[in-house]
């Protein structure tokens, strides 16, 4: 089955700045959904990209996807404290509509 | 318009007991799904319900778990008899069904239930 990883595991970056993080997936998608979690509580959606898309924006964020590499990327420009969380990115295939999730990237964004 | 909400928020149950899980969808979503994290570990699919039909459940650990969704609104999720591997996050989520049946939309989560076995 396939899997989703993310990159890197871990981000620490200081208010204003941009965070990057990366997800790479095994098999052919239908779509591709990150989804942000605050310590303790559940997942909020920030943002779905379909498999004929490559690029989408939504407030601070940026979505890039390469189906060719089975990569994709999320922007957060000009962080906040508040964007401190962790992103998990989620796969579906086309008759499937069950998402596989990566295993994450935990953001830190200090003052 | 109310989110996905799920019942209880935390609940620590011993080994061998019963515990069931309470999820309700965004109204009018048709899809529900429900999903788990242990520890440590990544989020991971359970099953799948179209209404009140199972649609897929390829991601249940085993026959002690048991998922409802009579008249096609709620769902449960029934452990019995629990098991300490049980412990984790249980999340539930709902999505629109889209024109042609097998089209993805954009799943909504619940805040979790956290399953504590001990």
């Known amino acids: 089955s396939q899997q989703g990883e993310e990159d890197p595991q871990a981000l620490s970056i200081q208010e204003g700045e941009n965070a990057t993080m990366n997800c790479s997936y095994k098999?052919?998608?239908?779509?591709l959904q990150w989804y942000r979690q605050n310590s303790g509580r559940g997942l909020v959606h920030l943002i779905l990209?379909?498999?004929?898309?490559r690029e989408k924006h939504s407030g601070r964020l940026r979505v890039t996807l390469d189906t060719s590499k089975k990569s994709s990327s999320l922007l957060i420009t000009a962080s906040r404290a508040a964007d401190t969380a962790s992103y998990f990115c989620?796969?579906?295939?086309?008759?499937?509509?069950?998402?596989?999730f990566g295993t994450g990237t935990r953001l830190l964004v200090s003052p | 318009e109310a989110g996905v909400t799920q019942f209880p928020s935390h609940s620590v149950i011993e080994k061998g007991q019963t515990v069931t899980l309470r999820c309700d969808p965004i109204s009018g979503h048709d899809n529900l799904y429900w999903y788990r994290r242990v520890m440590g570990k990544e989020i991971k699919f359970l099953l799948h319900?179209?209404?009140?039909?199972?649609?897929?459940e390829s991601g249940m650990p085993n026959n002690r778990f048991l998922a409802e969704r009579t008249g096609g609104t709620y769902s449960t999720l029934k452990v019995q008899p629990a098991e300490l591997e049980d412990s984790g996050v249980y999340f539930c989520a709902s999505s629109r069904r889209l024109a042609g049946g097998t089209s993805t939309d954009t799943q909504y989560f619940g805040p979790g239930t956290r399953l504590t076995v001990l």
């Open positions: 990209i379909r498999s004929n898309e």
């Open positions: 989620a796969t579906d295939r086309t008759g499937f509509q069950k998402l596989v």
């Open positions: 319900f179209v209404k009140e039909s199972k649609q897929d």
């Open positions: 098999t052919s998608i239908n779509n």
